[in-house]
């Protein structure tokens, strides 16, 4: 291999690279909580049927596999009208991974005070979650709103937007293989 050809490889693998988008993680927040049971129960049972299906073996009884399939049409129905019943009254918030300096940079503006040392953080929760959930809103939610959201909401949504905002920045792209 000429190291022409190398370095085209690489301009190549580069532009890959360069180009693979910033990891993502949401946040759905639905207005009614039996609509969101509905609908995570309509998914859960559609992709067991679904599985089921997948899971018949190619000789399988025609009858049987007709009933099968039956049942997926019908999961996938109920399951198009729980979704079209949860969306309207969900709202979707959407984060992205920072670059490592935006990220290091917020890190060394938030410093661990004593107590937050003494719990092994590296960072003061108080002022660092708001403004790391701010910088990582694709939906541009200012770091004002982000905290009292921290304060207000209930203890397991506010829970889940910090671990929306704070676990992309830890989501991994790669895979250490073996070969």
Known sequence: MTSKTTANGWAALEQRLNTLPKPTRTLKLCADPDVRDRYLAAQQAHARADEYLQSLAKDADKDARALVEQKVKDAQADLDAAKAAYDPITVTLTFKALQRDELQ??????????????????????????????????????????????KTWSLSDSDDLWAAAWSVQRRKRSDLGKG
């Open 105 to 150: 940079a917020l890190l060394d503006a938030h410093p661990p005070q004593e107590e937050d040392e003494e719990k092994g953080s590296d960072f003061h929760f108080d002022t660092f979650a708001p403004e790391l959930i701010s910088a990582a809103s694709v939906d541009e939610m200012p770091a004002a709103y982000a905290a009292n959201a921290l």
